[in-house]
């Protein structure tokens, strides 16, 4: 099956990034997982707007100055991380061995095109909420593994954002 993606210019994107078989190494491997963020931007130029990490996979909104080049960006932080990724990988089906992988990353990514101020917002709320959504912490603010706390500094968000209170207004967000 082939894939299409949009390539749209002075776009912002929302990319989720999933380990294989949903295994959960992220967290555990955190300084692994942002060596291989700052080893991308190396090679390519592109600013994270918004990044949640979960043990199982992370959101994160790009602004590359290459919109072309969002998947080689993709690329590069999955070959960094899977390249010094060495502890408890199981074994990856035949599909994975014979294209030379280890299984620490599905193949493919969930890519959404942004387009608009109220999309951008939307999309950032939901990558913030998504630790609660999921039941890792029951406020935004408790999850540390996310931009929020800096987008709290900025005033974009009040502190107890994604608390009881905001929960009805959060909740209809699911773009995976």
């Not at 989720?16 to 390519?44: G, M």
């Not at 987008?151 to 967000?173: C, H, P, R, T």
Request: charged share 20%; with cysteine; net charge positive.
């Amino acid at each position: 099956m082939n894939y299409r993606r949009a390539f749209i210019s002075n776009s912002y994107v929302h990319l989720i990034i999933v380990a294989y078989d949903r295994r959960s190494l992220f967290i555990n491997n955190i300084e692994l997982l942002r060596c291989a963020f700052k080893n991308a931007k190396n090679f390519f130029n592109f600013e994270i707007v918004a990044i949640c990490v979960l043990p199982n996979h992370i959101h994160v909104i790009l602004n590359p100055e290459n919109i072309n080049e969002y998947p080689k960006i993709i690329t590069s932080i999955k070959y960094y991380f899977s390249k010094n990724y060495n502890v408890g990988v199981e074994t990856p089906t035949y599909g994975y061995i014979n294209k030379g992988e280890k299984g620490v990353f599905q193949r493919r990514f969930f890519e959404h095109t942004i387009m608009s101020e109220y999309d951008l917002n939307n999309q950032i709320d939901y990558i913030h909420y998504n630790p609660v959504k999921h039941g890792l912490v029951n406020n935004v603010k408790d999850w540390k593994y996310s931009s929020f706390h800096k987008f709290v500094k900025q005033g974009f968000y009040e502190n107890d954002w994604g608390s009881a209170k905001d929960i009805e207004n959060i909740k209809n967000l699911d773009f995976e």
